[in-house]
T-cell receptor, first 114, second 112 residues
Framework: DTGVSQNPRHKITKRGQNVTFRCDPI?????LYWYRQTLGQGPEFLTY????????KSRLLSDRFSAERPKGSFSTLEIQRTEQGDSAMYLC????????????FGPGTRLTVT | TQLLEQSPQFLSIQEGENLTVYCNSS?????LQWYRQEPGEGPVLLVT?????EVKKLKRLTFQFGDARKDSSLHITAAQPGDTGLYLC????????????FGQGTTLQVKP
């Protein structure tokens, strides 16, 4: 297994457009997390799935954001009506349920809203 | 609200010097991870500490978890240019979510 993958790596979009990002976790991992990171800051938690169930969403996740993990494998994060403040790196991570919550991150998707 | 504060935020040193990065909180964490991140890439897990007072070594990197599990430190001996990057500490939030609370990071630059 080659680790967590994310696509696209970069996305430039105009304000008001919708964008969708994909994350493929490590295949044996049943938990999948989405984080957002802005320049000069650490990642901030957005939401997580255990298998196909979305178990928690941060207050940072406005109604314009939606995430799915339909078959408990890959996940998508959609942002509707993008705003300039959505510009950030969107990171996906996966882990086991047990253990000590070690999470393995993908390379991220850099979103720029113009 | 659980918060992690890292210090210093920026560090620029010469190759061969030693350094320590601190990660502090008023909250107790069940475990704490250290990550290293390069520009344009995702964080890479370096180590997980889970027991109060635990010390782990990874080549020239030494990680310590405070006795009360509220703080941690990362010490690098004889830093090399390849150590340059953003170092992040992250604590597992309460409950069984496994979500991580990150510090704001320490940017390390090691000059040859």
């Amino acid at each position: 297994d080659t680790g967590v993958s994310q696509n696209p790596r970069h996305k430039i979009t105009k304000r008001g457009q919708n964008v969708t990002f994909r994350c493929d976790p490590i295949s044996e991992h049943n938990r999948l997390y989405w984080y957002r990171q802005t320049l000069g800051q650490g990642p901030e938690f957005l939401t997580y799935f255990q298998n196909e169930a979305q178990l928690e969403k941060s207050r940072l996740l406005s109604d314009r954001f939606s995430a799915e993990r339909p078959k408990g494998s890959f996940s998508t994060l959609e942002i509707q009506r993008t705003e300039q403040g959505d510009s950030a790196m969107y990171l996906c991570a996966s882990s086991w349920t047990g253990g000590f919550y070690e999470q393995y991150f993908g390379p991220g998707t850099r979103l720029t809203v113009t | 609200t659980q918060l992690l504060e890292q210090s210093p935020q920026f560090l620029s040193i010469q190759e061969g010097e030693n350094l320590t990065v601190y990660c502090n909180s008023s909250s107790v964490f069940s475990s704490l991870q250290w990550y290293r991140q390069e520009p344009g890439e995702g964080p890479v897990l370096l180590v997980t500490v889970v027991t109060g007072g635990e010390v782990k070594k990874l080549k020239r990197l030494t990680f310590q978890f405070g006795d009360a599990r509220k703080d941690s430190s990362l010490h690098i001996t004889a830093a090399q240019p390849g150590d340059t990057g953003l170092y992040l500490c992250a604590g597992a939030a309460g409950g069984n979510t496994g979500k991580l609370i990150f510090g704001q990071g320490t940017t390390l630059q090691v000059k040859p």
